[in-house]
């Protein structure tokens, strides 16, 4: 089945500055890579997504990049702010109905003032 | 993007009751519904997929008996937490899918159990 490895499991940066978070799956099958935020006490809240079909994705700060030869993708956040601490889950999923979507173990993003 | 709203959001209860919650999907139907336990600081660990109309798929380890769901329309599905004991005390999370040119997720906003 599926796996995906997630990386950083912590990651602090100042804010202003750019975040990168990096996720790895296994089952080339997959080609539905979305990205989560949970704040605190809080459901995952869907940020943004990449289909296969397409290497970029960006939406205003934040930007998804996906390597399916590599079978990687990344989210990048740029100009920080405080907000966006949070936990960040990635996930892989093929795009058949009822499939189960795989969770990376999530990275908890600090930005620092 | 999607809606999916969870009731309650906290909930306590006595050891050795039941307790529901429930999972809606407000502006969608979802013939799939998701159902993941999260303890803190870790990830979502999936327990069960609901599907309407039939019965739920549970993950390897999960005791069905114990964690009963329900997915009786294509908008609402409930998992109700039997026999609670402090030990079920966690974070629980439904989701639901929407076939928006592929499968997407949205979660609901979860619902703290405690059970004393």
């Known amino acids: 089945g599926e796996n995906v490895e997630q990386h950083p499991s912590t990651l602090s940066v100042q804010e202003g500055d750019s975040a990168v978070i990096k996720c790895t799956y296994s089952d080339s099958a997959s080609n539905y890579f979305p990205w989560y935020k949970q704040e605190l006490g809080k459901g995952p809240q869907l940020i943004i997504d990449i289909r296969s079909n397409v290497g970029e994705k960006k939406d205003q700060r934040i930007a998804v990049t996906l390597n399916k030869t590599a079978k990687h993708f990344s989210l990048h956040i740029t100009e920080t702010q405080p907000e966006d601490s949070a936990v960040y889950f990635c996930?892989?999923?093929?795009?058949?109905?009822?499939?189960?979507?795989?969770f990376g173990k999530g990275t908890r993003l600090h930005i620092l003032p | 993007g999607a809606v999916v709203s969870q009731h309650p959001s906290r909930v306590i209860c006595k050891s050795g009751t039941s307790v529901k919650i429930e999972c809606r999907s407000l502006d969608f139907q979802a013939t799939t519904m998701f159902w993941y336990r999260q303890f803190p600081k870790q990830s979502l660990m999936l327990m069960a997929t609901?599907?309407?109309?039939?019965?739920?798929?549970?993950e390897q380890g999960v005791e069905k008996d114990k964690f009963l769901i329900n997915h009786a329309s294509l908008t609402l599905s409930t998992l109700t937490v039997t026999s609670a004991h402090p030990e079920d005390s966690s974070f629980y999370i439904c989701s639901a899918s929407i076939w928006q040119g592929g499968n997407t997720i949205y979660f609901g906003e979860g619902s703290w159990l405690t059970v004393v």
């Open positions: 609901s599907n309407e109309g039939s019965k739920a798929t549970y």
């Open positions: 996930a892989a999923s093929t795009m058949n109905r009822d499939d189960k979507i795989i």
